[in-house]
């Protein structure tokens, strides 16, 4: 950890899901543009969908459980996704997003959003945004593995938020994120830098475009990297503070007004996620105040950095404690269930 570290800061996002109506169309869609490789998906996860990856990381594509409501359209609808490229290669890129039928629009220079750079903003048939991002400055490790098709990490995600200072408040206490103080920045965002590279993003909204539902999975969701050592440490202070909801999305309930609930942890719907919630009575998937959903991965710094890491599912841990003789009660301990 370096001297000014905060404990359990998030260092980068790791993956994200989006959702789709039509999964074949997605897979190939997201194959051509982003070079990406459908992964072999464990038998829990095909009920909802699938996973690919590139460069060092993956992202999935789950079946709606309902038709997509309609996008607010490109550089606009939320959430976004974006991911680091070099600006010598943004028209290798538009070539690659014209041939494959995508939406986009030419590349423009900004700061609003605190970094200055390039951005270039394209959409996927479901309406899905995303963007290939060239920062005038690259952080280590963004680039590494990126293959043939030029596309980096995972650079920012952009979501929803009808109240930043709360927001803002909330993303400090369990993802230790500062914001950015920038005049560069637009007035109506909220800019949070992760520790190793990328930023979590929210801009301010008055009405929910409704991509994010507040039900947990299958929804767009999104993976925090922090420190393999502090993954239970982030665990514990959200647990303490935040009420679990005892909801499960597979039960088919509806639940009303799920955008004015509070911030809650909810049940990870795959094996490992169960796994974990009956032996600790707790869900390791999380919203923040509006229906927002994240969930906590562990990363493994390699070479004694965390600008490339080894990931760390839940699946792991449990494996790794189930392992251990009294393996459930140290579990319980490490969590303060
Ligand atoms: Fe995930």
Redesign the pocket.
Known sequence: MTQHEPRGVVHWID?Y?VCTNDLPRWEAFHSAVLGARTAPTPAEVLDLGIFQTFTQGRH?GFIARTPLPPTRGLGKGLPRYAFFVDAADLDFHQARLASAGAVFERPVRTSAEGVPGVALYWQDPDGNQFEFWAPDVMPAGAMVGCGPARVGRISHGVFEARNLARTADFFKRYCGLEPLRDKARATDTLVLPMASGGRLIFRKVDALEGRTTGCGLPDA?T?LVVRDGDFFFNLKRIWSELPEWEFDVSSGDVVAKREDMPPRTVL?LSAGGRRFKALTKRGDDWFDWDTNLF?F?GGEPIDGSMSVYEGRNIGHYIAQIEKEPGGALRLLELVGA
């Open positions: 993956h899901v999935g969701h993976a990870h969930h991965y």
